[in-house]
């Protein structure tokens, strides 16, 4: 599976491999001040997504959710980039 929704490849701002353990992370940044990091092990089908919040200089986590299929990840990076800044929840 690849971190990279081929919907959302327009809002990849970082794309790194994470030593020689098979981890990859890719970030997807929106203009509302949200960043997805989708972590993905290369040898599972799922990924995992952290949701950071980029305000005022600052940046805080509000959410980690794991085990996403393909299919969820794109769904919610739909709702990432819908978010306006008042929503706290994914």
């Known amino acids: 599976m690849k971190t990279i929704a081929n ?8 794309r790194i491999r994470l030593g020689d353990n098979g981890i990859k992370l890719t970030a997807y940044s929106f203009k509302n001040g949200y960043q997805a990091r ?3 092990k290369l040898d599972s089908n799922f ?3 952290v949701l950071v919040k ?3 200089g600052k940046s ?3 959410d980690l ?3 996403l299929t393909p299919e969820q990840l794109v769904e919610k990076l739909e709702e990432i980039k819908q978010m306006t800044f008042e929503e706290e929840r994914v």
């Open 7 to 14: 919907e959302y490849k327009e809002y990849i701002t970082e």
């Open 38 to 40: 989708v972590i993905e």
């Open 47 to 49: 990924v995992s997504l």
């Open 54 to 56: 980029f305000e005022d």
């Open 60 to 62: 805080s986590l509000k």
């Open 65 to 67: 959710l794991f085990q």
